[in-house]
């Protein structure tokens, strides 16, 4: 079983659309999570931390569930610019390095 | 710019050449990493430094690959004897230890080995 997992998607959403991600992760003991963004051919970039109590930045809203063991991202009224690579990150207790989903691909559609 | 930065961004190599790269780290940033991405996957943690000293390294990191920070700034990768395998995005992370574990990546190299 893969440590972080995604669903990769395409996820194909029309302008104007409520979209949600889940990714599951199997260590119990990791002690941070984070959302980045990926454009095609570029490189990751941080989208947001990711809280027990939840955290909203502008239309993304994101949750930990640590009981389930999972993280989710909602994106609320969907840009094209949001077309993108969406990876969700977990970090094992005890170490600083990022475990990486595959990450979930989302395309915007006008 | 004050961002990571890596060179060369592309690399294109036969295989058995040896090849390097460098990272150079947000100017306060005190950890660095490197990753390696294939096509279609989320990024694999290959090794991290905190200021000079190497504190983890993946089972991915076989022999013919070493990294170093001497003096806790940039970063090198050596890849020795390249495979094909090789072949994928090596990208580099840097973060600073006082503001927890917020990674900021770097352009990336592109290695291609024919």
């Known amino acids: 079983r893969k440590e972080v997992e995604q669903d990769p998607g395409p996820f194909n959403v029309p302008e104007g659309a409520t979209v949600a991600f889940n990714c599951t992760y199997s260590n119990s003991a990791s002690q941070s999570f984070f959302w980045y963004r990926q454009d095609c051919r570029k490189e990751p970039k941080l989208l947001m931390s990711v809280y027990s109590s939840g955290n909203e930045d502008g239309r993304f809203t994101a949750q930990l569930n640590r009981a389930s063991q999972y993280i989710s991202l909602l994106i609320r009224d969907s840009k094209l610019s949001d077309s993108a690579t969406y990876l969700c990150?977990?970090?094992?207790?005890?170490?600083?390095?990022?475990?990486f989903g595959t990450g979930t691909r989302l395309k915007v559609l006008a | 710019d004050t961002g990571v930065s890596q060179n060369p961004r592309h690399k294109i190599t036969k295989r058995g050449q040896n090849v390097t790269f460098r990272c150079d780290p947000i100017?306060?940033?005190?950890?660095l990493y490197w990753y390696r991405q294939t096509l279609g996957q989320g990024p694999e943690f290959l090794t991290y430094f905190q200021n000079e000293a190497q504190l983890e390294k993946s089972r991915l990191l076989s022999d013919r690959f070493s990294a170093e920070r001497p003096k806790g700034s940039f970063s090198t990768l050596e890849i020795q004897r390249t495979e094909q395998g090789d072949s994928a995005m090596y990208l580099c992370?840097?973060?600073?230890?006082?503001?927890?574990?917020?990674?900021?990546f770097g352009p990336g190299t592109r290695l291609t080995v024919l």
């Open positions: 100017s306060e940033h005190n950890r």
């Open positions: 990150v977990v970090t094992p207790s005890g170490t600083y390095k990022y475990i």
């Open positions: 992370a840097s973060s600073f230890v006082e503001r927890g574990n917020e990674q900021f």
